[in-house]
């Protein structure tokens, strides 16, 4: 007779959670984030309590927010561990839905529990119920399948016996990787089941390495040897796989000259001489000049995403070869690439040996010691006081870069400093977060937090504009109350400004972007201290650069956030480097500007190359 304990459902999921364990002997569910309502503060809640420090829980002022975090967490942990996030029904549900979609474009896991409706159906429609007329199977939590690598729904307490193995295999494979939902309907959260004792045995997952196909091998083997001028694309595939080592002594060893994405920036340090920075939309110019010339883009663990590419037409020699080692084979076939599928240290240790030292020409480092000539140019502080001067955002950088240090991760989202950072900020290795997958407003604070909980000895640097700080910001006081200490620099340039530089670029009148141009009675004086003062952050504003260093220098002494407000120009952005991105212009307008915009968007397309 099988030996059993008898649990609620909910009792069961989080006593199985707290014995999946990593290689390293740590849980791979570091813990809950939860917002408890009426769809799981009863059967979850008491689960939860229950379960103590075994499966700590931990709670957020957002369900999106919390879950952002969570998602910083796992991408700082390079998805070797992962946290849980539970809500209610309803609002709290759908709140979440933005974080799940974030974390399946950036392949990221992340365990999302939902509250659900009664699966025995007597109080329909409950509170926050959405009712199909069509579909009595229909809830709101359908709304996570198209932005869940596996969707679940618990509508009996035994199905977490196959359900939650599903999820911890999605989460724990490299080539799967990416959110997972399981659907905890309330009323089954509280049933009681005679659950297998056998069930509750420790697990320990492991990250396998997928071996290449030889003959891809070959095949890249033969590509690489036929070209004169091959470059590396590095992304975030080389960190989860832990071969930034690999990367960098495999291109030593061939003397390939090394770009990064947004995902893979920080793989690489930026003082490596075959470091030449980001290619595309937000590349270096030494980047996109090796770029354009190369006969051979050998893209390592990334997706080929369109700022990469500059829209496909970053890599403009015409007998170009695109090749793609990936763990997916979806990704490594994409506009025709050469696939290799596999594990990226292990492709790299492979194609080592199918090259047999064979080395390639130098790259154009004269380029490369330009554009660092510029950058310094661009980032430099002014050398003498000017009346009513508001730095850019390339000055920003400067001065947090003049002060940073080894162990500083600087991270950002959206607006203008994601592109801004890639092109200038000189990451050390592990120096560099970006969520720019989702390119989510409002990610930064609670990101930052997240960043901070999982590697608690770096330096964590938040960029954020007053426009994303305002899309959210509540996480901070959670961070003050669990006493978890990041800096975030707040450049106020009063609007959506890289929106309206957009805007403009594509032939539009300023509109909508900066409180200058919305239809509102009267311009906002947002005073930002006070907001982050009142929970309970060190808050304050700084006059300018000097001020903003060695506030900076000042914060790491703190136990607490450090908020350090800024006021900058719209109008600059990075000031250098970039390339063109496809936003598509009106076809048809009434000012010369847009037909100008038009004129050059159409020469653009014409330079796309898609595969």
């Given at each position: 007779m099988t030996d059993t304990i008898r649990l609620t459902a909910a009792q069961a999921m989080f006593r199985w959670l707290s014995v999946q364990m990593t290689e390293e002997g740590d849980r791979f569910i570091e813990g809950v984030w939860a917002i408890f309502g009426h769809g799981n503060v009863a059967g979850i809640g008491e689960a939860l309590k229950g379960i103590g420090d075994k499966l700590p829980t931990w709670r957020g002022q957002n369900e999106q927010t919390m879950a952002h975090a969570a998602i910083a967490y796992a991408k700082t942990k390079r998805r070797r561990k992962a946290m849980a996030v539970t809500s209610s029904i309803g609002p709290g549900a759908t709140n979440m839905v933005t974080a799940a979609a974030l974390a399946h474009v950036n392949r990221l896991p992340v365990l999302f529990i939902p509250g659900d409706v009664f699966a025995n159906r007597r109080p329909d429609p409950v509170l926050q119920q959405i009712e199909d007329f069509d579909d009595g199977t229909m809830t709101v939590t359908d709304c996570f399948r198209p932005v869940s690598r596996y969707f679940d729904r618990i509508s009996r307490p035994e199905q977490i016996m196959t359900a939650l193995p599903r999820a911890l295999q999605v989460m724990t494979?490299?080539?799967?990787?990416?959110?997972?939902?399981?659907?905890?309907?309330?009323?089954?959260?509280?049933?009681?089941?005679?659950?297998?004792?056998?069930?509750?045995?420790?697990?320990?997952?492991?990250?396998?390495?997928?071996?290449?196909?030889?003959?891809?091998?070959?095949?890249?083997?033969?590509?690489?040897?036929?070209?004169?001028?091959?470059?590396?694309?590095?992304?975030?595939?080389?960190?989860?796989?832990?071969?930034?080592?690999?990367?960098?002594?495999?291109?030593?060893?061939?003397?390939?000259?090394?770009?990064?994405?947004?995902?893979?920036?920080?793989?690489?340090?930026?003082?490596?001489?075959?470091?030449?920075?980001?290619?595309?939309?937000?590349?270096?110019?030494?980047?996109?000049?090796?770029?354009?010339?190369?006969?051979?883009?050998?893209?390592?663990?990334?997706?080929?995403?369109?700022?990469?590419?500059?829209?496909?037409?970053?890599?403009?020699?015409?007998?170009?070869?695109?090749?793609?080692?990936?763990?997916?084979?979806?990704?490594?076939?994409?506009?025709?690439?050469?696939?290799?599928?596999?594990?990226?240290?292990?492709?790299?240790?492979?194609?080592?040996?199918?090259?047999?030292?064979?080395?390639?020409?130098?790259?154009?480092?004269?380029?490369?010691?330009?554009?660092?000539?510029?950058?310094?140019?661009?980032?430099?502080?002014?050398?003498?006081?000017?009346?009513?001067?508001?730095?850019?955002?390339?000055?920003?950088?400067?001065?947090?870069?003049?002060?940073?240090?080894?162990?500083?991760?600087?991270?950002?989202?959206?607006?203008?400093?994601?592109?801004?950072?890639?092109?200038?900020?000189?990451?050390?290795?592990?120096?560099?977060?970006?969520?720019?997958?989702?390119?989510?407003?409002?990610?930064?604070?609670?990101?930052?937090?997240?960043?901070?909980?999982?590697?608690?000895?770096?330096?964590?640097i938040c960029f954020v504009g007053d426009g994303s700080y305002m899309m959210a910001n509540s996480e901070l006081a959670t961070a003050v109350m669990m006493r978890v200490p990041f800096t975030i620099v707040l450049t106020d340039n009063r609007g959506y400004g890289c929106i309206n530089r957009l805007q403009q670029e594509c032939g539009g009148a300023e509109f909508n972007n900066m409180y200058k141009d919305c239809n509102i009675e009267v311009q906002p004086e947002i005073d930002f201290v006070t907001h982050a003062t009142s929970m309970g952050a060190h808050a304050l504003k700084v006059p300018d650069l000097a001020g903003l260093e060695a506030e900076i220098v000042s914060a790491r002494s703190r136990s607490i956030p450090t908020v350090i407000v800024i006021d900058t120009e719209a109008e600059t952005g990075p000031g250098i480097g970039g390339g063109w991105w496809d936003v598509a212009v009106p076809a048809v307008g009434e000012t010369e500007t847009l037909r100008k915009a038009r004129a050059y968007y159409e020469d653009n397309l014409a330079r796309q190359r898609l595969n």
């Open positions: 494979d490299p080539a799967n990787c990416g959110p997972v939902t399981l659907a905890f309907c309330q009323d089954v959260q509280a049933e009681a089941y005679d659950y297998p004792k056998a069930f509750f045995t420790p697990k320990t997952w492991r990250i396998r390495r997928p071996e290449p196909d030889p003959r891809e091998v070959d095949d890249v083997v033969a590509a690489l040897k036929a070209s004169t001028k091959p470059i590396i694309v590095a992304g975030g595939g080389v960190l989860y796989s832990g071969a930034d080592a690999d990367l960098l002594t495999f291109a030593k060893t061939h003397n390939i000259p090394i770009v990064e994405t947004q995902a893979g920036k920080g793989a690489i340090d930026w003082q490596e001489r075959l470091n030449f920075g980001s290619p595309g939309v937000t590349g270096t110019d030494c980047g996109n000049k090796i770029a354009a010339e190369a006969d051979l883009i050998l893209g390592v663990g990334t997706r080929f995403q369109d700022f990469t590419t500059g829209s496909w037409t970053a890599f403009g020699n015409p007998d170009r070869k695109l090749v793609s080692v990936n763990l997916t084979g979806y990704d490594a076939a994409k506009h025709g690439a050469v696939p290799l599928v596999a594990d990226a240290k292990v492709a790299l240790a492979r194609l080592t040996q199918g090259l047999q030292g064979h080395r390639f020409a130098d790259p154009d480092y004269a380029a490369r010691d330009a554009w660092f000539e510029a950058a310094d140019a661009a980032t430099a502080a002014p050398s003498v006081s000017q009346p009513n001067f508001l730095p850019s955002d390339a000055q920003v950088i400067g001065s947090v870069q003049r002060v940073a240090e080894k162990n500083t991760v600087a991270m950002c989202a959206a607006g203008t400093m994601p592109g801004a950072l890639q092109i200038l900020w000189r990451a050390a290795s592990g120096g560099y977060h970006m969520e720019y997958g989702y390119s989510c407003m409002g990610y930064e604070v609670a990101g930052a937090f997240g960043i901070k909980l999982a590697a608690p000895e770096k330096d964590v």
